[in-house]
């Protein structure tokens, strides 16, 4: 909220109208048209949250120049490097500047570099009056990075016919394909006598979470598929003799495949019941977000249009699968078709990260492109 507090006297300072910032953080602005005839009123979104991954607080940025494809020390203390032999995406930038991190947090890229190019792209369009546009609306939501960044989002209040989430990775990502996705939270009951009396009595929660774990097929889990396959991610655990927890994600680009991968987990739940008594293990499962591919065929004009402003922005598109989930695709359900753009990050989420400015002024240009497309309509 902070952020977005500040990030509206910005707006107001760039001489932006309509500019709102609601009560639960979501920030709107307008630039007007500067054309008579009509054309769609399009919209830009990128998120205000970083990830919780990792701490995001007192973020000390700095700008590696014209970078030579050698290690990058971030943190001598620590002995925390960015090198090629970890991660040789780096050496598709060289000669570029970088913006790293100190190796103490995350950078934030993800998604400050939308909000970034965003901003920047409404201010050359307000200095530069000779490139036409229709109506232009920019928005900037919390949440995004816990699923949740469209929930509160008023679609009607916004106005677009459709819309584009920079919040993509490197330069030419064009996405309107992602995960469906589910979370689900298994709560494994327990019996706890003391260990020295505990034959036929103790039942221990955290073998029975253990042996859950070991049912799920350990080649689909995000670190061994790419592409199109999905996964099960445990991404918590919490255990004791008496009760433990595990949380996972579901993800699938295919809905039969997810409706399947739900209803394993509902079946493992049952072998744990049948086998330690009904009610060891008790399920939560609920569905948080769905393939936006349905909703972006109909319209595929708008991925066509971000595709020629890429192109004319010196830009290669890369049409791939989001293998993760965007505000854009609980948009689309909602109505607001909002595929996605790059934004330039590499390695979100982390100390690594890290964004070249170069990759950010291309996604701004993008963004000036298809606003001159639309109104050349």
């Not at 995004?144 to 008023?154: L, M, R, T, V």
């Not at 490197?170 to 706890?192: P, Q, S, T, Y």
């Not at 293990?281 to 972006?296: G, P, S, T, W």
Request: net charge negative; proline share 5%; charged share 25%.
């Amino acid at each position: 909220m902070v952020f977005a507090k500040y990030l509206k006297t910005e707006l107001e300072a760039l001489g932006l109208e309509e500019i709102t910032l609601d009560e639960n953080g979501y920030l709107f602005a307008t630039l007007p048209a500067n054309i008579d005839k009509e054309v769609p009123t399009i919209g830009f979104i990128a998120h205000l949250d970083t990830s919780p991954d990792m701490t995001g607080k007192d973020v000390t940025p700095r700008i590696v120049e014209k970078y030579d494809g050698t290690d990058i020390v971030l943190c001598a203390e620590e002995k925390v490097v960015l090198s090629p032999a970890q991660f040789p995406e780096l050496l598709n930038h060289k000669g570029e500047d970088l913006i790293v991190t100190d190796g103490k947090t995350l950078l934030g890229a993800d998604d400050k570099a939308g909000i970034a190019e965003i901003v920047s792209a409404m201010a050359y369009l307000k200095e530069h009056p000779e490139v036409k546009h229709g109506k232009i609306r920019i928005a900037f939501n919390p949440d995004e990075e816990i699923g949740e960044g469209a929930h509160k989002f008023d679609v009607e209040k916004f106005g677009c016919e459709w819309a584009y989430t920079m919040d993509g990775g490197e330069v030419g990502e064009l996405e309107f394909e992602n995960f469906n996705a589910a979370v689900a939270k298994i709560v494994f009951k327990g019996r706890n006598v003391h260990p020295g009396y505990a034959k036929n009595k103790m039942i221990n929660s955290s073998y029975i979470a253990n042996q859950f774990i070991t049912m799920l097929p350990r080649s689909e889990t995000p670190e061994q598929t790419e592409g199109y396959e999905g996964f099960y991610h445990l991404i918590s655990v919490q255990g004791e003799v008496e009760q433990s927890a595990l949380t996972y994600i579901i993800r699938d680009h295919d809905h039969v495949k997810f409706e399947n991968r739900k209803k394993e987990i509902e079946l493992l739940v049952n072998k744990i019941n049948a086998e330690f008594g009904e009610g060891t293990a008790v399920l939560e499962l609920r569905d948080q977000y769905y393939n936006m591919r349905e909703k972006i065929e109909p319209v595929m004009h708008i991925i066509d249009t971000a595709f020629t402003a890429m192109e004319a922005a010196g830009v290669k598109p890369n049409v791939k699968p989001i293998r993760g989930g965007t505000d854009g695709a609980q948009l689309s359900f909602k109505g607001l078709p909002c595929p996605n753009i790059f934004a330039g990050g590499v390695n979100f989420h982390g100390r690594y990260e890290f964004v070249p400015i170069q990759s950010m002024e291309k996604a701004m240009k993008v963004i000036v492109k298809i606003v001159e497309l639309v109104a050349a309509k």
